[in-house]
Structure formats: structure tokens, C-alpha cells
């Protein structure tokens, strides 16, 4: 038995660590793009939803910022680090959530995590810096950490209350679309510290309000530096709710629409992880001594895919979806570690199996065509465009490139001008009606800029 929880660990490891590295070398991405590029605005004196506006919430800015002082922006690939980082923690939070006494034991969580989104990490862009991946394993974590262990009235350790409600404090500032997961949570742990002999203490509250306030303030204090505050909610909030949102299937029955099973390329990685949520939640709601806080806490999961993605927008819910099929897993199992093993097993391979017939969400792209796609470190480049572009602008110059395409900012190794790094139809509905006097019209703007 010691010897299979070996293997299965060492196999399951082993296909994320290598679909991890084949991330760093695959096709990059606008979205992704305007985050690496962001960050470097910021560095150079930007301020964020002023000088460098984005529709995306400000954590992915903050850790490529971060990660920024520590590897440079030469090279464009090493800000994926970011997933993989965000991702491992989630691993070690499975990890430390295990009841089990023996090591081995422990590990069988956190691999089964790892090892289901391995098969799946390039074909939904979760090896990229984006906020999908933040989402998710964000939403794993406070899941492990806190809410999990609550339901089954488990005590919490100081510190685990503390990181989850950290957790669940700066899912708002992924992206607004993840308030509802994190309202769904608090909500559920305080249905259960209500409930009669809870387990839930006040001192376990009163730590994860205080990792609620921490994240809160480490993300507050930033943005007084880095970011404009009034520009967030006009640009993050108002402009994806009210203008944005016209452009994609916001509804419910877009919602439900994407829970149906499909065995269509590009949607199996969703179906995969709607039967992965219905095993997880199965199994906590079996689990659970508070079936309806546990039921509130599902209802959290599903509230990720907001949009009813089933392509790689839906990348938060599919995360948080396979890190809580691989906590309950085990503790449905616990005393047949056999059929665990087994179980596991086979939810693995049926994992490979997803990414071997799936399409690459972002570029369409199927497993043969990943694999001639080759691997290719992004980084600025000197194919004849570029190698032009530098030539007529120099260092401390700036460029505007439409179409969308961020991806030229990093090839030409130049930043954006100021308020423009992409202009999008939305953006020009915006345009003409403007919000608390943020004005942005690219043509009054480059008018502007000519006759200056």
C-alpha cells in the first residue's frame, strides 16, 4: 500500500511538473500580455486604472509587480511562475488540511489535485498569468482551509483560519465577479458558528476576519500607490458590469446551459469538472454536519462560472471544481485506502484522457497541433516588425498598437502610450458616456496628442 500512495504521488506530480514546463514555452495571450505589460508600466511610474487601464482586478497586477523585483521584464514567460506558485500553494493548503497521522497519507490530496490539473493546464490557460488561475486556487484554499473543515466540524488551526480568511480577502480584488463566492463562504461559516454546539468558536472568527482585514489592507495600501481607487470601480466594476457585459452570455440560462454534459472537444473539460463538482459536493454534503451551510458553500463554487463559460473563462470554477473533488475524495475513503488509491487512479487518467481529446481553449488547438505549436520562451523579439518598430521609437518612447494585440508591447520591447494599451467596442460605448469625469475617447485623445 505504501508503495502505490508512493506511486500514484510520484505520477500524479510528475504530469503537472511536466505540462508546467511545456506552459512556459506555449502560445501567448493578449489578455495575459496586458498583465506582464501592466506591470511594467507600473514599475516605470504608471499608475494603474489611470495612466495603464485594464478591465481586470488589481491581484494579478500586484503579484506580477512583485514577482517583477524578483526576475526582471525581460523575460515575458517567467510571470507564468505565477501560476505555478498560486497553484502549489493550493497544493500545500490540501496538504496541511489532511487529518491523516502518516505523511504518505497526507500527500494523496494534494497530488490528486495536481494530478487532475495537470492534463488540463495548457488546454485552459491555467498556465498563464491570468485571474482564472487566482480565482481558483484562491477559492481552494479558503475551501480547505476554512470552510470544508467547518462543515465537518473539525477545529481550525490559528494559522489556517488566518490564511483562508486572507484567502477569501483578495478573491474581490481577482476580479468583482468572485464577490459572490466569497459572500456564499462567509455566509456558510457563519450559518455554521450560529448553529447549536458548533464547533466553531468566536476566536476562529474573530482569526478569520482578521486574515479578511489583512488582505484587505496589504491590497488597499498598494492600490494608494500604485492604483487609482475611484478608476478601479469605474473601470473594473462599472465598465464590465454595465458596458462589457453586453458583449458576452450573462445570464442564468447561460449558467445552466454550461453544466450540461457535452462530449463536444471544447467543452469536456467542463463536463469533466461538473462531474468532479457533483462527487465533491456529494460527498461534503454526505460529510457535512451543517448540510445547508454546505449547501450555500456549493452554491459558491458554481457561482464562478458567472458567465457560463466552457472554454477557458470558466478556468476558476474548473480549479476550485478538481480541488474539491481531491479533498473529499480521501476523506470519503479514508479507511479503504485501496479503493482511494484506486479511485484516484482513475480519475487521473480519465484527466489525461480529457486533455488528450480537448481543444486548447484560447487558439483551438487539439493535442497533435499542441505539440507541432513546439516551445517558444516569449520574451521581445527581433523579426523584421519589431526590429523596425525600436528603430522609430526608442527606449523611453511609447506605442499604441490596434487591433488588440499586447503582445506586440513585449515583442517591441516598448510600453503602451498612457490609457491605451487595447480599445475595445465596449470600451467605446463607454466612451460616450463617461462615468465621475473619467474620460476616455481614443479619438479626442490622439487628436489631442497630434495638436500638442
Not at 457533483?278 to 460527498?283: L, T
Request: aromatic share 14%; with cysteine; net charge positive.
Amino acid at each position: 500500500m505504501k508503495n502505490k500512495t508512493i506511486c500514484i504521488v510520484v505520477v500524479s506530480v510528475s504530469i503537472f511538473l511536466i505540462q508546467a514546463v511545456y506552459g512556459f514555452g506555449y502560445h501567448p495571450f493578449g489578455d495575459e500580455s496586458g498583465h506582464d505589460i501592466g506591470a511594467r508600466a507600473l514599475e516605470k511610474g504608471d499608475i494603474l486604472y489611470r495612466d495603464y487601464i485594464d478591465a481586470h482586478g488589481p491581484v494579478v497586477y500586484f503579484a506580477t509587480w512583485i514577482l517583477g523585483k524578483l526576475v526582471g521584464y525581460k523575460y515575458a514567460f517567467l510571470f507564468r511562475l505565477n501560476a505555478v506558485i498560486i497553484t502549489v500553494l493550493a497544493a500545500f493548503g490540501l496538504y496541511h488540511a489532511s487529518r491523516s497521522t502518516v505523511w504518505r497519507e497526507r500527500l494523496i490530496a494534494p497530488a490528486l489535485f495536481l494530478g487532475l490539473i495537470g492534463p488540463v493546464w495548457i488546454v485552459q490557460a491555467l498556465n498563464m498569468n491570468g485571474y482564472w488561475i487566482f480565482g481558483g486556487d484562491l477559492t481552494v484554499l479558503a475551501c480547505c482551509l476554512l470552510v470544508v473543515p467547518a462543515l465537518l466540524d473539525r477545529p481550525l488551526e490559528k494559522w489556517a483560519a488566518v490564511a483562508g480568511g486572507a484567502s477569501l480577502g483578495f478573491l474581490p480584488f481577482v476580479a468583482y465577479s468572485f464577490l459572490p463566492v466569497t459572500f456564499l463562504f462567509l455566509l456558510s461559516l457563519l450559518v455554521v458558528f450560529f448553529s447549536r454546539s458548533s464547533g466553531l468558536k468566536t476566536r476562529d472568527i474573530f482569526n478569520i476576519l482578521s486574515g479578511i482585514l489583512v488582505a484587505f489592507c496589504i491590497m488597499l495600501l498598494w492600490m494608494l500607490v500604485y492604483a487609482d481607487i475611484k478608476g478601479f470601480i469605474v473601470y473594473h466594476f462599472i465598465n464590465n458590469q454595465f458596458y462589457y457585459s453586453h458583449y458576452i452570455p450573462f445570464s442564468f440560462g447561460a449558467i445552466f446551459k454550461s453544466l450540461r454534459p457535452s462530449v463536444l472537444p471544447a467543452n469536456l473539460v467542463q463536463t469533466f469538472s461538473v462531474l468532479m463538482l457533483v462527487i465533491g459536493s456529494a460527498v461534503l454534503v454526505f460529510k457535512a454536519r451543517y448540510r445547508v451551510a454546505g449547501g450555500i458553500a456549493i452554491a459558491g463554487i458554481f457561482s464562478l462560472d458567472a458567465r457560463g463559460g466552457t472554454t477557458f473563462h470558466d478556468g476558476a470554477f474548473v480549479v476550485a471544481s478538481l480541488g474539491l473533488v481531491s479533498q473529499m475524495l480521501p476523506i470519503w475513503l479514508d479507511q479503504y485506502k485501496s479503493r482511494l488509491l484506486g479511485f484516484s487512479s482513475v480519475l487521473v487518467a480519465s484527466s489525461v484522457l480529457v486533455g488528450l481529446h480537448a481543444v486548447s481553449s484560447p487558439f483551438e488547438e487539439n493535442y497533435v497541433q499542441r505539440k507541432q505549436a513546439g516551445f517558444h520562451l516569449f520574451q521581445s523579439s527581433n523579426n523584421l516588425i519589431d526590429q523596425k518598430i525600436r528603430q522609430y521609437a526608442g527606449p523611453e518612447e511609447r506605442i499604441l498598437v490596434i487591433p488588440y494585440n499586447p503582445n506586440v508591447y513585449i515583442e517591441a520591447d516598448r510600453l503602451p502610450i498612457r490609457k491605451y494599451h487595447d480599445y475595445l467596442p465596449w470600451e467605446a460605448d463607454y466612451a460616450k458616456h463617461p462615468v465621475w469625469g473619467y474620460e476616455r475617447d481614443i479619438c479626442v485623445d490622439l487628436e489631442g496628442s497630434k495638436n500638442r
